[in-house]
């Protein structure tokens, strides 16, 4: 893999070091964040059932957008497992990233959250680059929260420290343009549609979708705090119901705590993952006859503290002898630690996906539904650039602790039960392995005494805040950032907070915020995978434990205190109406020169006789509803055809015999179709597509066509588009009557 890291710059040291990385990880890099609510609003206290007919005095200004940001749909490493072999092969669903922007008046505050693993540091700095040039100093640092809902199954490429480059094949030009374009267009859109309208916040319940993956952890917290809680994963749901002045709703924003990873490693299809699929169910329910991704109602689902919520219900067993995991290691008899997985809900990862998806998608529908509570009042920003090396926390009157200089533990390449994780190391080793530790001595050097002292007790694998060739490896410069709409705080935390860390920032917050008298009963909402990605943030006790979310806490034992120091003093300066005294904090560099480790893409190659698009293996002629219409094409490399927003590989479409002519009744977005790309040999490719025929789906003609592009090489590159055409078939109710 890191063959061609040569020409970067890299000493062979590193190089080395690069390919045992990439042998053993599979981190199961996660998302976080948290969420909150409940509220009254600090000004009035509404009480009438909406959709009322009285809208307030001073309504918000209100604005919703959302845009394609799917990246190449091949040969790209996912984001998310760490696993260099899970690259992209086409396309399960699109992915979309969805803004919101509220407006007081006088003050503007942007939420926007993208399909993909995380928000990185690099792409945040670009899309604030494009932003600046287009509108000036309207959106900014302060107003503008980016956060990612954490699925697995979207593509990497898009990171300027060295760890996340490499098991992202470098940084990706064709990968990172496409987030940054689509999240920059729904801004766009959402600014275009500014206009006056209503927000009403609900919350809830939603049981059985989650399950902590890492209890024994979470058991690892004072016993009087856990006892304030039911579970031991965060079940609520925080629901924004967004409408016009008429009470006609425009859209829907929701915060849930769970992993967005029902689609394993195993998965090589472009996914917008449980949390998307609950999105574009609520899209499709109110874009009536709209294809996925159109029509004027954006729904989006955002991550929250879900660091150590699993989606896989069923939990983790031994998949080798189905007997139970080790409790506190999670590893199996035979085999160790890579046997042991979480499955579930459903029969594979599709109906796992599918099952989280609606579950989620009916609960937000109901909260939605009922929502009567009014968001009312200012809106305010507060945003701080902080060296999370260098925070000295406060813990009591008399004691005080440091934050870290980055560091990796054992139980980082232990990777999870969800995924991730190649070779022997266990979870919740605090002890180090002669084996591995004289590895990392011999390559990258031995951690500093002080670094070593300041993780304890975390065994240090890779000391990355000491590594800083060919760039450094993690980030030293964090976001911290906090916006406020009516009683609504929303704090941006850069990195997966476990459920109790979540719960400990919205409590934490909400105190300061009620200290001073401009907030009552406010409802914090902690969003995760925002502006920087930082691994994960787990309490101090849960960090003594050491599994991988604790291994993963990359600035030491108290790095939890020290965010909750940081948010407590955003929220203080909201309260206060002192933000603009907020020190701005050291700006976080903007790398140069950064290596791609992504070959170009090799010239195509049809087999035989065939020409691309050609049908190598034909749809049977005749279907029933709830069967499976597979058809394959003669294909070049999805990576030919460049950026391809906003299009489709693909089409299912029904022939009207009225007009004669076919409408397109679903395209790579559509849930019920799968586009496999399949790489073969002597750069031969196939595209092989089914579509799950809907019960719902009429009788009648149906084709499905495919499209792409390949690749020669005359003297130059050439690139030239292609299609292709199933035969005709027949869809039917029943297979024997027409
Ligand atoms: C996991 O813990 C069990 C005891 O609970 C122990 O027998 C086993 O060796 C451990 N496995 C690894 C790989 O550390
Ligand atoms: C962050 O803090 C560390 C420790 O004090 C210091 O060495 C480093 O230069 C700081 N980084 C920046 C970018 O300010
Ligand atoms: C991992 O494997 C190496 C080499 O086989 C061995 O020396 C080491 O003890 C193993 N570590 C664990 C935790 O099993
Ligand atoms: C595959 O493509 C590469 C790069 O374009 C080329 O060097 C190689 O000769 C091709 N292999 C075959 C079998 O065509
Ligand atoms: C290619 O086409 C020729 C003529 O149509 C035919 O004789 C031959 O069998 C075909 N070869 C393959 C591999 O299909
Ligand atoms: C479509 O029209 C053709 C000829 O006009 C007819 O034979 C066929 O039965 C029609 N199919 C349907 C599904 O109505
Ligand atoms: C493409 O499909 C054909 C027909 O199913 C099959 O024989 C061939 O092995 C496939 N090639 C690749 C690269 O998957």
């Known amino acids: 893999m890191a063959r061609k890291a040569v020409c970067c710059g890299l000493s062979s040291l590193e190089l080395v070091l690069m390919v045992l990385f990439l042998l053993m990880t599979g981190i199961a890099v996660a998302l976080i964040t948290v969420l909150a609510i409940n509220l009254n609003s600090p000004t009035e206290k509404p009480e009438e059932p909406i959709p009322s007919i009285n809208p307030p005095k001073n309504p918000y200004?209100?604005?919703l957008g959302r845009a394609d940001c799917t990246g190449p749909a091949a040969d790209v490493p996912l984001m998310g497992y760490a696993n260099l072999e899970q690259t992209a092969g086409g396309i399960h669903t699109r992915l979309f990233s969805r803004a919101f922007i509220v407006d007081d008046g006088s003050k503007r505050v942007v939420f926007v959250t993208a399909e993909i693993g995380m928000i990185s540091q690099r792409l945040r700095l670009e899309v604030l680059k494009e932003l600046e040039l287009k509108y000036g100093d309207l959106y900014r640092q302060d107003n503008v929260i980016l956060s990612g809902t954490h699925t697995h199954s979207g593509l990497a490429g898009y990171f300027q420290y060295t760890l996340f480059m490499i098991t992202s094949k470098g940084y990706i030009k064709s990968s990172i343009q496409p987030i940054v374009n689509g999240i920059v267009k729904s801004i766009d859109l959402a600014h275009r549609n500014m206009r006056p309208g209503r927000i009403f916040i609900n919350k809830?319940?939603?049981?059985?979708?989650?399950?902590?993956?890492?209890?024994?952890?979470?058991?690892?917290?004072?016993?009087?705090?856990?006892?304030?809680?039911?579970?031991?994963?965060?079940?609520?749901?925080?629901?924004l119901k967004f409408t016009d002045l008429d009470g006609d709703g425009v859209g829907m924003l929701s915060w849930f705590a769970v992993h967005s990873v029902s689609m394993h490693?195993?998965?090589h299809m472009v996914s917008s993952d449980n949390l998307g699929y609950a999105a574009y169910l609520f899209e499709q329910d109110k874009n009536i006859g709209s294809l996925p991704g159109q029509g004027l109602f954006v729904a989006a689902l955002a991550s929250a503290n879900s660091g150590d919520a699993s989606p896989n219900t069923r939990g983790p067993y031994c998949i080798n002898t189905g007997e139970r995991c080790d409790y506190l290691n999670s590893s199996c008899p035979i085999g160790g630690r890579e046997m042991c997985l979480a499955f579930g809900p459903g029969k594979d990862m599709f109906e796992s996906t599918r099952i989280l998806g609606e579950n989620i998608y009916r609960k937000t529908k109901e909260l939605y539904g009922s929502a009567e509570q009014e968001l009312q009042g200012s809106i305010h920003a507060a945003h701080q650039w902080v060296n999370m090396t260098d925070v000295t926390v406060q813990l009591d009157s008399t004691h005080s602790g440091k934050t870290c200089k980055p560091a990796l533990g054992h139980s980082f390449a232990a990777g999870t039960t969800d995924g991730g994780g190649a070779l022997n190391f266990t979870q919740g080793s605090v002890e180090g392995d002669l084996f591995w530790d004289g590895i990392r001595d011999a390559l990258v050097g031995v951690p500093s005494q002080e670094t070593q002292d300041c993780h304890a007790p975390k065994p240090i694998l890779f000391n990355t805040g000491e590594m800083n060739k060919p760039f450094p490896w993690h980030p030293a410069i964090v976001d911290?950032?906090?916006?406020?709409?009516?009683?609504?705080?929303?704090?941006?935390v850069p990195g997966e907070v476990t459920t109790m860390s979540g719960r400990r920032i919205r409590e934490a917050v909400k105190q300061e915020l009620e200290k001073q008298n401009a907030f009552t009963n406010p409802e914090v909402v902690v969003a995760g995978l925002c502006n920087v990605y930082t691994h994960?943030?787990?309490?101090?006790?849960?960090?003594?434990?050491?599994?991988?979310?604790?291994?993963?806490?990359?600035?030491?034992?108290?790095?939890?205190?020290?965010?909750?120091?940081?948010?407590r003093g955003l929220a203080r300066a909201i309260a206060e109406g002192k933000v603009g005294e907020l020190p701005k904090g050291p700006e976080p560099p903007f790398f140069s020169n950064l290596f791609s480790l992504l070959p170009e893409v090799p010239v195509d190659k049809s087999p035989g006789n065939t020409t691309f698009g050609q049908v190598i293996q034909q749809v049977d002629p005749l279907y029933k509803v709830g069967e499976v219409a597979t058809v394959t094409f003669v294909a070049g490399n999805p990576r030919n055809s460049g950026d391809m927003r906003d299009k489709t590989f693909i089409t299912v479409e029904k022939f009207h015999n009225s007009t004669s002519t076919w409408e397109v009744v679903h395209t790579d977005?559509?849930?019920?179709?799968?586009?496999?790309?399949?790489?073969?040999?002597?750069?031969?490719?196939?595209?092989?597509v089914e579509w799950h025929i809907p019960l719902s789906a009429e009788s009648g003609a149906y084709r499905i066509r495919h499209f792409g592009h390949y690749k020669q090489r005359v003297i130059f590159p050439v690139i030239t588009a292609y299609e292709g055409s199933s035969h005709t078939f027949r869809v039917t109710k029943t297979l024997y009557s027409l």
């Open 265 to 267: 490693e195993t998965n």
């Open 669 to 688: 977005a559509s849930w019920e179709t799968r586009f496999y790309w399949i790489k073969g040999t002597a750069n031969q490719s196939n595209a092989t």
């Open 480 to 492: 911290v950032q906090m916006i406020t709409i009516g009683s609504l705080a929303l704090v941006a």
């Open 204 to 239: 809830g319940e939603l049981l059985d979708n989650t399950r902590n993956r890492s209890p024994h952890s979470y058991l690892n917290n004072p016993e009087e705090e856990r006892k304030r809680y039911k579970h031991d994963t965060d079940k609520q749901v925080v629901t």
């Open 536 to 567: 994960y943030i787990t309490t101090y006790e849960e960090y003594q434990v050491q599994r991988y979310e604790a291994a993963s806490t990359i600035y030491g034992p108290h790095t939890l205190s020290a965010y909750i120091q940081h948010f």
């Open 61 to 63: 200004l209100i604005g």
